[in-house]
């Protein structure tokens, strides 16, 4: 009897405590973030808003990258958002065209954080005037350079590339090293890495790649053509690896640490990535130049956090991204775990002056551009997009050059136009 | 009225089944057609365009561009897991250890996950890391590695079916070895006392008898084939140029990433006639046999 009143009565208590902690779990606000990005980033800034707002935490949920924008499109179909999400930066104008992302323009118009966040970000998070998301973590590419190799080479380590031809010249001058050393990297089958690091090669050459819409007329200028022809004549040269035809973005993250590299464009996330792979490697940093010297750009890539037409915690969800954008977060989040800031006036800090790396790349945020369309996956993203296919025929084939970039420009035109 | 009444209790019996049948066949085949009629993304409204999914399949490069590729694979795996699988289940299908030991062995990779196999043979076919570079390096076949994907569509193809005849051959040839066992003793015995031959026997009594088990196969192999994503999406990416991405690859890309739900439509669509068409004709060829 005595043991069945005691059953009875921790079977109340444990009821009793499930409606009280029921609620408490339901204030929390629920986020998506992709995987695949900067995960350890996003990590870490939710922890930190989550110890200063034990009263209202972020309950972080990962969804696979490749499966996002669906994930996303069918959340808002069936009306069972989250109340923030974490987004691939280049699909901001898709869901925002599309009228699927909660406005913040009058909620955030007086904030001073705005004027300095990363460039790009705040593109891709507007859409006709109106504001929809701010930046999240900030990726940027740069000209990556082997110092060990250099010297070998006869070159000054100090002194990096700074036009398409010089990185030629060097490339050769490395490559005749000999052994398994080549001069450049140029990933042949990532549609990605290619934006993000033969897309400024482009864009500092004064051309456009993307159509913004239907009307705009994508692969402007000469600078296409140029950078073609040198990534045609680098691989035929002999300066890139034969098996980085092949390399679809799996290990593109692993090829500059293997010390084998004498050049490549990367992101900032190699700064930590190859000094963990080949401590003893000497590296310097400089910017993604263009055809002439002086002409250099980069690719501000990352996430943007923005808020599902359905959220009902969206008052919470304002405070969250104030939370990003605050000084102390720039500079005891970001800038600690030596990632970007997402402001521009934040990179002068304690972390970044310890690590000259940082502060080197960080200047490509000056510099650097995002691309703005509304079908970003199709045009550039995907493995069958005319971006990745235009590049595969100017690299490994012999095709006329302007026959390439007229056909790409026609598929990429048919896209928009759809 | 009593047979009416005989009819609605039938009707009964088969009433949950013909829920589940109605629920989940019926009711999402008609909103897939239905779908394909129309310009639909999830995240904008839909809008009627008729047959203009279909139109644009018929108009789109990269449509015939999969398909080719889709019905080459076909093509050359097929007879392969139809001729080794055949092959290991004459070789093993007697009852003795060694034999059971080796139908297990064959029959291992089956279990494994198409996607964990794919990517253990994407590692093997590695550049730099890759067993069979090295293997075939070792052996003196090849002078330096060879880019196996993203190179050449065929070299690719080829890397893909070896690692799907490992994976899938023991399938076929553990059904092999099943009707090779159908067969009754004292027809074989018969054969042997004529004095016919071990090759007379498996020409004139075991394949003959075993012919319904090899169109069944090669149906299953078929259809798989033709639906064939995991391998192609983790070990080519649909590269060099897309010439290795299969047709499901393409239904996928404008279903999903793409959010072309009406497109992606009509190309399943397609796709399942072209399915439908191989299996009446094997279903002929049953019916033929049989006769």
């Given amino acids: 009897m005595s043991l069945q009143l005691s059953t009875r009565c921790r079977s109340a208590l444990a009821g009793l405590l499930a409606m009280v902690a029921l609620p408490a779990m339901a204030e929390d606000l629920q986020m998506w973030e992709r995987s695949g990005g900067n995960a350890g980033m996003v990590d870490a800034l939710v922890a930190a808003w989550n110890e200063k707002n034990p009263d209202r935490k972020i309950n972080l949920t990962y969804i696979p990258h490749t499966e996002m924008v669906p994930k996303i499109a069918q959340a808002i179909a069936s009306g069972e958002v989250p109340d923030l999400m974490g987004m691939d930066l280049i699909y901001g104008p898709q869901f925002e065209a599309a009228g699927q992302l909660v406005d913040i323009t009058d909620k955030v118009k007086d904030w001073p954080e705005l004027k300095t966040a990363v460039q790009g970000h705040m593109a891709v998070s507007t859409y006709e005037g109106r504001l929809y998301g701010v930046p999240l973590y900030a990726d940027v590419s740069a000209l990556f350079y082997n110092k060990d190799l250099f010297r070998k080479a006869g070159l000054d380590p100090e002194k990096p590339p700074t036009s398409l031809a010089e990185i030629r010249e060097y490339a050769d001058k490395i490559t005749a090293l000999g052994g398994d050393v080549k001069g450049y990297f140029l990933p042949g089958s990532c549609a990605g890495c290619n934006i993000f690091t033969v897309g400024p090669l482009m864009w500092a050459s004064g051309a456009t790649i993307e159509p913004r819409d239907a009307n705009d007329e994508p692969l402007q200028g000469d600078g296409v053509k140029e950078v073609l022809q040198w990534a045609r004549d680098m691989i035929k040269a002999g300066n890139v690896h034969e098996d980085a035809r092949a390399e679809t973005g799996e290990t593109f993250h692993l090829r500059f640490g293997s010390g084998k590299i004498g050049m490549m464009g990367t992101g900032n996330f190699n700064i930590t990535l190859a000094k963990e792979q080949n401590p003893s490697m000497d590296f310097g940093i400089a910017l993604l130049p263009g055809v002439k010297s002086g002409q250099v750009s980069s690719f501000a890539g990352g996430d943007i956090v923005t808020i599902p037409n359905g959220s009902k915690r969206i008052d919470d969800a304002i405070d969250f991204m104030k939370f990003l954008l605050s000084d102390e977060t720039q500079v005891e989040v970001y800038a600690k775990m030596l990632n970007m800031t997402t402001r521009g006036d934040m990179t002068d800090n304690k972390y970044f002056q310890a690590e000259p790396k940082v502060q080197q790349v960080a200047k490509a945020i000056a510099v650097a551009e995002t691309p703005y369309t509304l079908k970003f996956f199709e045009l550039i993203n995907s493995p069958q997009g005319p971006w990745l296919q235009m590049l595969q025929r100017a690299y490994y084939e012999d095709t006329d050059l302007d026959t390439i970039i007229s056909e790409a420009k026609a598929q990429m035109k048919a896209i928009a136009a759809e | ?291």
């Fill in chain 2, 1 to 291: 009225m009593h047979s009416k009444t005989s009819s609605y209790v039938g009707l009964l019996y088969v009433a949950p089944a013909l829920a589940f049948v109605l629920t989940f066949t019926v009711y999402p085949l008609v909103q897939m057609v239905w779908m394909s009629l129309h310009n639909w993304s999830l995240i904008a409204a839909k809008k009627f365009i008729g047959f203009g999914n279909f139109v644009k399949a018929w108009n789109d490069p990269q449509f015939w561009t999969s398909l080719e590729f889709t019905l080459k694979y076909t093509i050359l795996i097929t007879p392969v897991l139809m001729v080794l699988g055949y092959l290991i289940a004459l070789l093993t299908a007697e009852n003795r250890p060694l034999r059971q030991f080796t139908r297990s062995v064959v029959f291992a990779p089956v279990v494994i996950g198409l996607g964990a196999s794919s990517l253990l043979w994407y590692w093997l076919f590695s550049y730099d890391f890759g067993l069979i570079n090295r293997a075939l390096m070792d052996l003196g076949v090849i002078a330096k590695p060879v880019v196996w994907f993203g190179a050449d569509a065929d070299i690719a193809l080829g890397a893909v079916i070896v690692s799907i005849v490992w994976k899938v051959v023991g399938f076929g040839t553990i059904l092999f070895v099943a009707a090779i066992h159908a067969i009754p003793g004292e027809i074989g015995e018969a054969a042997m006392v004529d004095g016919a031959s071990y090759w007379q026997r498996v020409r004139r009594i075991t394949l003959p008898l075993t012919a319904k088990t090899i169109l069944l196969v090669t149906l299953v192999s078929v259809i798989g084939s033709l639906l064939a994503f995991d391998q192609f999406y983790i070990m080519t990416a649909g590269q060099p140029r897309n010439l290795t991405a299969t047709s499901v690859f393409l239904i996928y890309l404008n279903s999903f990433p793409y959010l072309k739900l009406g497109y992606g439509a009509a190309l399943s669509l397609i796709l399942a006639g072209i399915i439908l068409v191989c299996t009446c004709l094997q279903m002929l060829l049953s019916r033929r046999s049989h006769a």
